[in-house]
């Protein structure tokens, strides 16, 4: 596939309007650095935190040889994918770490899902879920997930990089899916480019946080509750078939028991994999 270019003119426009649109607001100033193709755009932002460059700096790259995906997994990023890494300072207690992913997913599921009318566009709706802890689900495929990183200085968290990949129009697994793809029979699509795709995600990313910083965790978990992906549905998790609650502000899943329905147990992120409809 022929190497795109990025438009930053038609993202800042994007950017601006969707800005101006959205009742909730992020109280820092985006600032986007574009590369064609980058090792890792969270390995870049490291190295831009070490120049100590602001918060809502973000990193884009349209294409990564070395992505990185959850416990160590590799992320798939070909041509054609977002791939975008945010720079946050965030005041929180270094065990506290799953709230940006658990702000950032919010954000973004929300940015997608209640597109403003804009840019001689009607407002849209795209239906999108998050899938415990980190993913973005779309008609129970993967459109996406979240990582994010941290570092220490002493027992201080110094910074953090929240890195997103969103499947745009790149190559993607059997359980995967693409928003290009999704949005093709539409006559007039909400999100036609790539610019808008990083202008809503990066967006959602900052309000997210915003939010975060300044009404707390507790402010943010009811509404990913409400767009989380299996909620309320019978599953078997750990050989116990239960329903799924939502989770709790620590990020763990709260499952409750069907042989006892007063049993809710706990569980980690990390520790199970729910899967994907194929």
């Known amino acids: 596939m022929i190497m795109p270019e990025f438009d930053q003119q038609k993202f800042a426009a994007a950017y601006q309007a969707i800005r101006l ?7 820092m100033a985006a600032q986007l650095r574009c590369y064609d193709c980058l090792a890792s755009t969270n ?13 809502g700096t973000a990193i884009l790259a349209l294409e990564q040889t070395a992505g990185r995906g959850q416990r160590g997994h590799t992320w798939v990023s070909t041509v054609g994918g977002l791939y975008l890494s945010v720079i946050l300072y965030p ?9 940006l992913t658990i702000s950032t997913a919010w954000g973004i599921a929300r940015a997608l899902r209640e597109i403003p009318g804009q840019l001689g566009r009607t407002a849209t709706q795209i239906p999108v879920q998050i899938k415990w802890l980190n993913d973005l689900i779309l008609q129970g495929k993967k459109l996406g997930g979240i990582l994010t990183e941290t570092r220490m ?15 745009w129009q790149n190559a ?8 290009h ?11 036609d480019s790539l610019e808008m795709l990083t202008a809503l995600a990066l967006h959602g990313t900052l309000v997210g946080f915003t939010r975060l910083h300044h009404q707390g965790i507790a402010a ?15 599953l078997i998790v750990n050989e116990k078939t ?18 006892d329905g007063s049993n809710e147990i706990l569980i980690k992120p990390g520790t199970i994999n729910l899967g994907y409809t194929l």
């Not at 993607?172 to 928003?179: A, K, Q, S, V």
């Open 21 to 27: 649109a959205d009742p909730l607001q992020e109280e």
């Open 43 to 55: 390995q870049t932002a490291w190295e831009w935190v070490a120049q100590q460059a602001p918060a």
């Open 91 to 99: 005041a929180i207690a270094p065990t506290d770490t799953n709230q």
């Open 153 to 167: 200085q002493g027992t201080q968290l110094k910074a953090a990089v929240v890195g997103i990949g969103l499947n």
């Open 172 to 179: 993607i697994p059997e359980t995967g899916i693409t928003l």
């Open 181 to 191: 793809d999704f949005l093709h029979n539409y006559s007039d699509p909400p999100v």
């Open 220 to 234: 943010i978990v009811p509404e990913y509750n409400a767009l989380l992906a299996y909620r309320d549905r019978p």
């Open 242 to 259: 239960g329903t799924i609650l939502g989770i709790n502000p620590t990020g763990d899943l709260r499952f409750r028991v069907d042989s």
